[in-house]
């Protein structure tokens, strides 16, 4: 079956560190540019992060650049977010997307997504 | 500006179409995409490139654009239809990369 499943997620205090999982099956994870994408709770998507499929390219959305680390190891198709320096504004529910591509090109949206891990910043 | 606009909510009764629409500058130049999300679940590719739809995704959903605005039409809405509608749109040259808008709940009544 084709899927992604995240996890990693939690309560961490402010500042505090926490490091998310993506576990891809069912597709040939080397061939494809992943993202994570959040949600606040009862709010809107906000995308995080996108690398591509040969970690060439890495790209973050200011809210999170130099604190969030995107990485993947396509050996054991998994695709990581190592997030540091949390803050309250972070809590959300965080998913893994891949990227649509064929025939070794990627575009910028996303046709399958995981279920999501919840990180909640808190004291 | 990379703001994309869409109307907080939409109500239709069902077999009656909806429309939703999202706006920004970004549409100008750039394609949208729309997703569903029902509660509690990961959102769903529905519409891409303005107006295609993936497979599996029923006839009755459509996308169109225009200008810098795009609309989703739900056509013969049905009672599963009711869910958060998202569109989305990418430019990898810009600094925000990718932009969603803000959400459409659509409720059918």
């Known amino acids: 079956e084709v899927q992604l499943v995240e996890s990693g997620g939690g309560l961490v205090q402010p500042g505090g560190s926490l490091r998310l999982s993506c576990a891809a099956s069912g597709f040939t994870f080397n061939s494809y540019s992943m993202n994570w994408v959040r949600q606040a709770p009862g709010k809107g998507l906000e995308w995080v992060s996108y690398i591509s499929s040969s970690r060439s390219t890495i790209y973050y959305a200011d809210s999170v650049k130099g604190r969030f680390t995107i990485s993947r190891d396509n050996a054991k198709n998994s695709l990581y977010l190592q997030m540091n320096s949390l803050r309250a504004e972070d809590t959300a529910a965080y998913y893994c997307?891949?990227?649509?591509?064929?025939?070794?090109?990627?575009?910028?949206?996303?046709?399958?997504w995981g279920r999501g891990t919840l990180v909640t910043v808190s004291s | 500006s990379d703001k994309l606009t869409q109307p907080p909510s939409v109500s239709v009764s069902p077999g009656q179409t909806a429309r939703i629409t999202c706006s920004g500058d970004a549409l100008a130049k750039q394609y949208a995409y729309w997703y569903q999300q029902r509660p509690g679940q990961a959102p769903v590719l529905m519409i891409y490139k303005d107006s295609e739809r993936p497979s599996g995704i029923p006839e009755r959903f459509s996308g169109s654009s225009s200008g810098t605005t795009v609309t989703l039409t739900i056509s013969g809405v049905q009672a599963e239809d009711e869910a958060d509608y998202y569109c989305q749109s990418a430019d990898s040259s810009a600094s925000y990369h990718v932009v969603f808008g803000g959400g459409t709940k659509l409720t059918v009544l």
């Open positions: 997307a891949r990227a649509y591509c064929s025939g070794g090109s990627c575009q910028w949206y996303f046709d399958l």
